[in-house]
Nanobody, 119 residues
Framework: QVQLVESGGGLVQPGGSLRLSCTAS????????LGWYRQAPGKEREFVAS???????YYADTVKGRFTISRDNAKATMWLQMNSLKPEDTAVYYC?????????????WGQGTQVTVSS
């Protein structure tokens, strides 16, 4: 069993930056993939970024070049560095962990953290 907790959300102006974190507990050594999804009002949850246990990263086209996913196994933590933020990035961001080695992790989810990009 894996538990996940996100933090770092908030209000930021367009063009600004935020750094989200996700800390895992439980059977963390069984995790083979980590990722971030987001859900905007009236929208379906969408994939943002992921990273595998071997360090391979994947990004949605909408965030490529602006967002960076990283992890620290010793700290059982991953981050999503978000730069050049746009109003369209406004959403609740969720971290996820998967025991499978996959580019689209799922199965374990955090509670979410709100990101609002507005002037």
């Amino acid at each position: 069993q894996v538990q996940l907790v996100e933090s770092g959300g908030g209000l930021v102006q367009p063009g600004g930056s935020l750094r989200l974190s996700c800390t895992a507990s439980g059977s963390i050594f069984r995790i083979n993939a980590l990722g971030w999804y987001r859900q905007a009002p009236g929208k379906e949850r969408e994939f943002v970024a992921s990273i595998t246990s071997s360090g391979i990263t994947y990004y949605a086209d909408t965030v490529k070049g602006r967002f960076t996913i990283s992890r620290d196994n010793a700290k059982a933590t991953m981050w999503l560095q978000m730069n050049s933020l746009k109003p369209e990035d406004t959403a609740v961001y969720y971290c996820t962990a998967d025991l499978r080695l996959t580019a689209r992790p799922s199965g374990y989810w955090g509670q979410g953290t709100q990101v609002t990009v507005s002037s």
